[in-house]
């Protein structure tokens, strides 16, 4: 039997630099995605990202096949994309507790369509790290809410109905991973050269 790693040229793994561009921006865009950014600057933080991604390709690039380095590219794109709106319910969905809070303050941020934060506390009177987003002001400051907590507050606090729309969501994230990465490597495969 053939062994298949022999066909690999050492060019091949030059994919790999591709597949690290994306990482970063996707390791930046769970950073952002995170409770250490307010949720309204998200907008702001992957469109910086995806800047810093688009220039650091430009010089990665050079040589790579173009018809799958626009697919991987696309795919890279969706998968920081994701990784921006998946990590905060992924790190719920994995470590999150149900916690009945109260509401402490209430913020409203301009935009295109209202939203409303929400800081907790539980009645224990400990913080719940992050802020509640809703679309509408539905609490009043002193009302009890149930909410989903990560116990170190990494992840925004979410209402347990929001969350059920995110299920398994950090497995998603993988697979997406996964497939950017062999589609990296197609992109960076060495040419054939032409028969003279």
Same mark, same amino acid.
């Not at 018809?67 to 990590?87: N, S």
């Not at 907590?149 to 996964?178: F, K």
């Given at each position: ?26 390791? #930046? ?13 998200? =907008? ?6 995806? !800047?810093? =991604?688009?220039?650091?390709? $430009? ?7 173009? /018809? $799958?380095?626009?697919? %991987? %590219?696309? @795919? ?6 994701? /990784? ?19 509401? @402490? ?5 301009? =935009?295109?369509?209202?939203? *409303?934060?929400?800081? @907790? #506390? #539980? ?14 002001? %539905?609490?009043?400051?002193? &009302? ?10 990494? !992840? ?8 059920? &729309?995110?299920?398994?969501? $950090? ?5 997406? *991973? ?8 197609? %992109? ?9």
């Amino acid at each position: 039997m053939r062994n298949p790693f022999r066909a690999l040229h050492p060019r091949q793994f030059r994919g790999l630099r591709l597949f690290l561009v994306i990482t970063v921006a996707a390791l #930046a865009a769970g950073l952002a995605g995170s409770a250490l950014l307010p949720a309204e600057h998200r =907008g702001l933080a992957v469109g910086l990202i995806l !800047a810093a =991604g688009v220039a650091a390709g $430009w010089f990665v690039l050079s040589g790579f096949r173009p /018809v $799958w380095t626009a697919v %991987a %590219a696309v @795919m890279g794109f969706l998968f920081v994309v994701i /990784v921006l709106r998946e990590t905060g319910p992924s790190l719920l969905q994995l470590r999150g507790g149900q916690v009945e809070a109260q509401v @402490m303050s209430v913020r409203e941020s301009s =935009g295109s369509a209202d939203r *409303y934060h929400y800081a @907790m #506390a #539980a009645h224990s009177g400990r913080a719940v790290g992050g802020e509640l987003t809703v679309d509408e002001n %539905a609490y009043r400051i002193g &009302e009890s809410v149930t909410v989903v907590e990560d116990p170190d507050g990494l !992840a925004h606090p979410m209402l347990p109905s929001r969350l059920t &729309e995110h299920r398994q969501s $950090w497995l998603a994230v993988t697979v997406l *991973y996964l497939a950017t990465a062999v589609l990296c490597l197609l %992109a960076g495969r060495p040419r054939r050269a032409k028969a003279g």
